[in-house]
């Protein structure tokens, strides 16, 4: 996506003295990682991070107190010690930062840097879903607490042309399926990239699975300068972590004097050069068994019951998607689980869906799942409220189904958004859904964080 017009500023990417783990004071780089904090598994995930290494990132991004108050002051009683101890230190200068992930033939890489954080009506970075407040609040607390960004997130921007010999896997940027070499990159940005990895890396290091990371540093003024002069033509798509970003926002916004706070941590992808994945997020209604959920939608929706496991049950949904778009009516499917067996939920009935899917808005968005789930389902037929005690948000669709069953609620379990309907409806201005969409390959967090006390 590119910005119209010669005055526009775009993308703006600094360099900054990333605050990173000293190798020889932790027992792997992979065991002081994280996956982001709103995709571990909560509670199994974090225990398992938490034990992995006394010094794993999780212990700042996700603390443990008995209040709010005390996690956020944990976190940075926390960061503090660690670089007194020498667990983590700043690099020497300000740099930005070549990352990648390799996940057998699939290869993604990037810039990770500061970006200037534009005035929201300039269009440069574009969200495509609303945000909860309550966690917009978390993790304001926890940013002003530590004085630091700690994870990066994922921003997709269309480049000038395709990669030089990477392989894509999923969906581009205009919608059309990726999956194979690419092309020689033309712009300024890819030509950095393209140099630093013929170069030792900064670090490297295989996660449990089974991805390795790599992460270069860049600091050469002439390509720093042609970073710089690239990216100034584009806009970029939140693609990962819209309440990082509204969080970026609300702090700016607090301060009235230039400084750190004018920069987020972001880690900026060509998606015409390695094509990101698209996947749903699934819903955990935790205090909703299936016994009560499938008798309230029975009038509603066409229901039955689908033969698992829980791959094939996947399989079933999706094509029950597919078959609907080229159907008339509603292309709304769900996949229900909690006890013991998998039932799919299509066909709504359209008068139900007019009377209570909101006007008003493109019909792209109003025939989301995630908008008849939540408008149509959620609201109307399941009443329940939104909120962490009612809903948990999982990446994992087996995490989520096994949650289900033993607390005995119910896994709503989505198909995953096209990604041009992404695009468009954030062209449009028009936000989907909080949790519509999961794009990755996402960066791990923990090797490289961004504190806002250095100089």
């Known amino acids: 996506m590119s910005i119209p017009g ?11 003295r990333g605050l990173r783990y000293v190798a020889e004071r932790v027992g792997s780089l992979a065991a002081v990682t994280s996956p982001p904090y709103d995709v ?46 020498g667990v983590l230190a700043p690099d020497p ?12 033939p699939t290869v993604q890489r990037g810039l990770i840097g500061a970006l200037r954080l534009s ?53 581009s940027g205009n919608g059309a399926s990726g999956n194979g070499a690419a ?15 013929l170069r030792e890396p900064l670090l490297s290091t295989t996660t449990e699975d089974g991805v390795d990371h790599h992460l270069w540093r860049v600091t050469n003024p ?5 970073v710089s002069t690239d990216l100034r033509h584009h806009q970029a798509l939140i693609a990962d972590g819209h309440h990082r970003w509204a969080t970026y926002l609300r702090l700016r916004e607090e301060r009235r004097e230039p400084g750190p706070w004018d920069f987020g941590l972001v880690l900026l992808v060509d998606t015409a050069r390695y094509p990101l994945r698209v996947r749903a ?32 049950a996947l399989e079933t949904l999706a094509e029950a998607v597919e078959t609907a778009r ?71 669709p087996t995490a989520a189904v096994e949650q289900a069953e033993r607390l005995g609620g119910t896994a709503v379990l989505m198909h995953p958004v096209r990604e041009d309907v992404v695009h468009e409806l954030a062209r449009q201005g028009v936000a989907m859904p909080h949790k519509s969409t999961s794009f990755g390959p996402k960066p791990a967090t923990g090797l490289v964080l961004r504190s806002l006390t250095l100089g």
């Open 183 to 197: 092309g020689q990159g033309t712009g300024g940005a890819a030509q950095v990239i393209e140099r630093a990895i």
């Open 222 to 226: 002439a390509d720093l300068v042609e």
């Open 93 to 104: 200068e300000p740099a930005l930062y070549v990352y990648e992930q390799r996940d057998g």
């Open 6 to 16: 010669p005055g526009g500023q775009g993308l703006q990417l600094t360099p900054f």
């Open 326 to 396: 080229a159907e008339p009516g509603a292309p709304n499917a769900f996949l229900l689980a909690g006890d013991g067996h998998f039932h799919l939920l299509d066909r709504p009935d359209p008068e139900l869906l007019a009377r209570t899917v909101p006007d008003g808005r493109p019909e792209a968005w109003r025939t989301l799942d995630a908008t008849v789930l939540h408008h149509t389902l959620l609201d109307q037929l399941w009443n329940v409220p939104d909120t962490p005690e009612h809903i948990g948000y999982l990446h994992d």
């Open 281 to 312: 997020i699934h819903r955990l209604l935790r205090q909703l068994a299936p016994d009560e959920a499938l008798p309230a939608v029975r009038h509603a929706f066409r229901v039955r019951t689908i033969d698992g496991p829980l791959p094939r």
């Open 119 to 171: 005035p929201r009506e300039e269009g440069i970075v574009l969200p495509h879903e609303d945000v909860m407040p309550h966690i917009v609040e978390d993790r304001a607390d926890l940013m002003r607490a530590t004085a630091a960004h700690l994870e990066p997130l994922l921003l997709a921007y269309r480049g000038n042309g395709n990669g030089n010999g990477a392989s894509g896997n999923g969906t």
């Open 40 to 85: 571990v598994v909560r509670p199994e995930g974090l225990r398992e991070l938490e034990t992995a290494d006394p010094y794993n990132i999780v212990r700042l991004i996700l603390p443990q107190a008995g209040t709010p108050e005390a996690r956020h002051r944990k976190a940075a009683e926390t960061l503090r010690r660690w670089q007194a101890d």
